[in-house]
């Protein structure tokens, strides 16, 4: 079965904290994955894609380690507004186009 | 910033109705998409279309729902017969590509009420 796993969290965090995701996933022939955060009953929104050699946006840095099949997400001075369900997103196979989706790890940043 | 729609929001229908889920992707991307999200569990994937067929689809998607692109800017998910289970909210996606550079874009979602 083609899982991705996440921490249960939820996260409970001081502004300007560090706080770190990770997730795992099964599927081997997954190609891509990507962050994207879900405010609640609202859309997934694209955080950002995570490449094999890490990226980094601003405050935001994806890793991801494709022998252990382990992808993280590293948030940087934490602010309210990154309070949100973060979701770890993998293809499902080598065409890249079908998500599936983590069961998300809920933030919440209190001041 | 160009971003996905969908119609309605909110739509409350009986079981065994049929319904019709509207979406305007992003106007010039190829690739098109319905997920699903019933309340408290995680986001999951339907259907896949692109150039005017079904790519994938999951187990979900059975003979209930299709999918169509009527015009230049429309698409839609048709459940034929509702049934309660089929309460979630629906996402539609698109994106420009697939495989790395494939990021997909979603809209606010419709949810789909069955009673």
């Known amino acids: 079965r083609k899982e991705v796993e996440q921490d249960p969290g939820p996260f409970n965090v001081p502004e300007g904290a560090t706080v770190a995701f990770n997730c795992t996933y099964s599927n081997s022939a997954s190609q891509s994955f990507f962050w994207y955060r879900q405010d609640c009953r609202k859309e997934p929104k694209l955080l950002m894609s995570v490449y094999s050699s890490g990226n980094e946006d601003g405050r935001f840095t994806a890793q991801l380690n494709r022998a252990s099949q382990y992808i993280s997400l590293l948030i940087r001075d934490s602010k309210l507004s990154d309070s949100a369900t973060y979701l770890c997103?993998?293809?499902?196979?080598?065409?890249?186009?079908?998500?599936?989706f983590g069961p998300g790890t809920r933030l919440s940043v209190l001041p | 910033e160009p971003e996905v729609t969908q119609t309605p929001s909110h739509q409350v229908t009986q079981m065994g109705q049929e319904v019709i889920l509207r979406c305007v992707p992003i106007?010039?991307?190829?690739?098109f998409y319905w997920y699903r999200q019933i309340l408290g569990q995680k986001v999951e994937f339907l259907v896949s279309?692109?150039?005017?067929?079904?790519?994938?689809k999951s187990e979900i998607f059975d003979d209930q729902f299709s999918v169509e692109r009527p015009d230049g800017s429309n698409f839609t998910l048709k459940i034929r017969s509702t049934k309660l289970e089929d309460s979630a909210m629906y996402f539609c996606?698109?994106?420009?590509?697939?495989?790395?550079?494939?990021?997909?874009?979603f809209g606010p979602g419709t949810r789909l009420t069955v009673t």
């Open positions: 996606a698109s994106s420009e590509s697939s495989g790395t550079k494939g990021e997909q874009y």
């Open positions: 106007s010039n991307h190829l690739y």
């Open positions: 997103v993998g293809t499902q196979d080598n065409y890249g186009q079908n998500f599936v």
């Open positions: 279309f692109y150039n005017n067929e079904i790519s994938e």
